[in-house]
């Protein structure tokens, strides 16, 4: 894995949206398009964020602002690169981002199948709370996630 000081998180811009929408593709069955993560960058309640390496974007995540609370967009790593801890360190960056911002409580769907990405979040005290069925586009249900902060 890389060192921590090759890793770096910042804000996204319309350069990084090819790489960004290739994770997209590789990492979801239902992806969003290139127009959806371009309005993301101009979205006023909208935060979005690339993890890179030497320039290379790894990872990314959008996550809403609304009053106190916070809700967790979009979230993925490129799968070469995934079980490394960097779903994690984006995780922690978005909650350190949470608790500068005073806000009360994270939310967050999530494909009641993908048991890593379940996993992940359960290590990072997300909590089911209820479930949006047939959410998905292949009616696949989602887990409804929160976190206190």
Known sequence: ????????IRRADEQDLAAVLAIEQVSFNTAWT??????????????????????QI??????????DEMHIANLAIHPQ???VGLGSKLLNFVLDMGRQK????????????????R????????RVVGRRVKYYENR??????MRYL
């Not at 894995?1 to 770096?8: F, V």
């Not at 790894?58 to 009053?67: E, H, P, S």
């Open 1 to 8: 894995m890389a060192t921590e000081q090759q890793i770096k």
């Open 34 to 55: 290139h127009d959806f993560f371009k309005h993301e960058l101009y979205n006023p309640i909208s935060n979005f964020y690339v993890v890179e390496k030497n320039h």
């Open 58 to 67: 790894l990872g990314y995540v959008i996550f809403w602002l609304i009053a």
């Open 81 to 83: 690169f995934r079980q």
């Open 102 to 117: 005073q806000i009360k409580t994270i939310t967050l769907e999530v494909n009641e199948k993908n048991l890593p990405a």
């Open 119 to 126: 996993a992940l979040y359960e290590k990072m005290q997300f």
């Open 140 to 145: 696949d249900d989602a887990l409804l996630l």
